[in-house]
C-alpha cells in the first residue's frame, strides 16, 4: 500500500507553490520570473504524473511508463520465461507485480522530485523555456541523477518480497529457472525511474502546447512570452 503520508503530499498538502499574481517580470526580474516559472511548470507536471502513477494500476495502465520483466539474454531465463508467461495466472501476477512495484517506487521518490524542484536553480532558463517540448524534465533528471534510483531502489525491493513468499510466481520461477527474483530489482528500478521520467515529460509537454492548462499565471506568462521573444 501507497504510504497515505506521501500520498497526500501529491495531492497537495506539502508540495503546492504559493502563486505569484504578478506578471513574471514585476518583482522577481525577468530571469527571475522565468526560474520560477520553470520551477512550477516542473512542479505541475510532476503532480500530474505522479498522480497517475501512483494510483492503482498507475504504470501497467500507461503504456508510455509500463514495467516489463527483465528477462537476462544469455541465460535461459528467456526461453523458460517465454513458457511461463503463456500461463495466464503467472503472466498477470507478474504484471501486476512488478507494476505495482514501480507504483511504490514512484512514490518514494516524489518528495525527492519536490525538494530538488523547489531549490533548482537554471543554468539557461530562458534556454529552457525555448527548448523541445520536455526540456525542463531533461533538466531535471540531470540535476537529479542516480539518486531517483537510490530514492525507489528500496521500495522495488520491498514490493518484489512477495516473490520469496507463497505467490505463484517465487516458486515457480526459482525452480525453472534458478534465478533469484530479487536480482531483478535493479532492473526494475531503472526501468520504473524511465518511466516516470516519461510521464513527466509527456505532461510538460501538454502544458507547453497549451500555457492555461497549467492554471497558473506565471506559467502560462512565462510559456507565452517565450514565444514573443522567439
Do not use: H, K
Not at 531535471?140 to 507463497?166: K, Y
Not at 516516470?196 to 492555461?212: C, F, K, S, Y
Request: charged residues 20%; aromatic residues 4%.
Amino acid at each position: 500500500m501507497i504510504n497515505p503520508t506521501r500520498r497526500s503530499l501529491l495531492l497537495g498538502a506539502g508540495f503546492a507553490v504559493p502563486l505569484l499574481l504578478l506578471p513574471a517580470c514585476a518583482t522577481t526580474g525577468f530571469d527571475g520570473g522565468v526560474t520560477e516559472g520553470l520551477r512550477r511548470l516542473l512542479a505541475i507536471s510532476s503532480e500530474r504524473a505522479l498522480t497517475r502513477l501512483i494510483a492503482d494500476n498507475g504504470f501497467l495502465n500507461d503504456p508510455d511508463a509500463r514495467i516489463t520483466f527483465p528477462a537476462q539474454p544469455g541465460d535461459r531465463t528467456t526461453a523458460v520465461l517465454g513458457a511461463l508467461l503463456g500461463s495466464a495466472p503467472v503472466q498477470r501476477q507478474l504484471a501486476l507485480a512488478i507494476n505495482r512495484a514501480a507504483g511504490e517506487a514512484a512514490d518514494r521518490a516524489a518528495p525527492l522530485i519536490y525538494d530538488s524542484i523547489r531549490s533548482l536553480t537554471f543554468s539557461d532558463a530562458l534556454g529552457i523555456v525555448r527548448g523541445g517540448p520536455t526540456a525542463a524534465t531533461a533538466y531535471l533528471e540531470r540535476s537529479i541523477g542516480d539518486r531517483i534510483i537510490d530514492a525507489m531502489l528500496p521500495e522495488v525491493g520491498g514490493a518484489l518480497r512477495q516473490f520469496d513468499g507463497n505467490s505463484i510466481l517465487g516458486p515457480v520461477l526459482g525452480a525453472a529457472t534458478g534465478i533469484n527474483v530479487a536480482g531483478i530489482q535493479r532492473t526494475v528500478t531503472d526501468q520504473a525511474a524511465r518511466g516516470l521520467w516519461r510521464a513527466i515529460g509527456r505532461e510538460e509537454a501538454a502544458i507547453r502546447a497549451a500555457p492555461a492548462s497549467a492554471r497558473d499565471p506565471l506559467v502560462e506568462a512565462v510559456l507565452n512570452g517565450s514565444r514573443l521573444v522567439g
